[in-house]
């Protein structure tokens, strides 16, 4: 293992955004803070999912005191774009993309009164104006023109999430011989 804290840590991040892949990998980033790195870069391709996962790794890689750069490796969707735009500096590998698209729930054959009907749209609109006020802090996109992308379940190239901000250049990844990679592997269901 390299013990050289100078160097970036490289961590692989391929998974659905869950309460626990959310906990593993906020948990590398602690312990190797712990450790004394303070360059981070994060390998990141996801088709999103919990939206209070993502809001909640979001706001912590936000608060740690560490340099984070953070790549596009395939594909960012959904609330996976609000981890993305956690890195100081942003990039895309030319073959990736990214999806941008509102917030729903699942209804698994249960019963619903007015008053949880109305609590669940109090919280998916709860949740979509946090995820459009990160994208408009983040990036040079509009309010409008997010609220547009979530109702046509938009993507955006790396050549359009470069000229609307969301990444600083399109560029492979350069992986140096001898960085310490960590990969995250989870168990799928």
């Known amino acids: 293992m ?11 991040f391929s998974a659905e955004v869950n309460q626990n892949t959310a906990e593993n990998l906020m948990g590398v980033f602690a312990q190797k803070l712990n450790q004394g790195i303070k360059d981070f870069y994060l390998l990141l391709s996801s088709p999103g999912g919990s939206v209070v996962s993502g809001i909640t ?19 960012v969707d959904s ?21 941008f698209h509102g917030v729903g729930f699942d209804i698994n ?9 109305k609590e669940k749209l109090k919280m998916m609109q709860r949740d979509q104006r ?14 409008q023109e997010i609220e547009k992308m979530f109702l046509e379940a938009d993507t955006c190239t790396p050549e359009q999430a ?9 560029r492979e990844i350069n992986i140096p011989e001898g960085a310490e990679v960590v990969q995250l592997i989870f168990q799928r269901k």
Do not use: C, W
Request: proline letters at 2%; charged letters at 20%.
């Open 162 to 170: 470069k000229e609307k901000g969301l990444i600083d250049d399109i």
């Open 79 to 99: 609330i996976a774009n609000v981890i993305f735009l956690a890195g100081e500096t942003r990039y895309a590998v030319k073959n990736s993309s990214f999806l």
């Open 57 to 75: 790794i979001y706001n912590f890689l936000k608060s740690l005191p560490i340099n984070l750069t953070i790549h596009n490796i395939g594909i």
């Open 2 to 12: 390299n013990n050289d804290i100078s160097k970036p840590l490289f961590i692989s």
């Open 109 to 117: 054959q249960a019963r619903f009164e007015e008053k949880n009907i």
């Open 130 to 143: 946090l995820i459009t006020n990160i994208i408009v802090e983040q990036s040079q996109y509009t309010q």
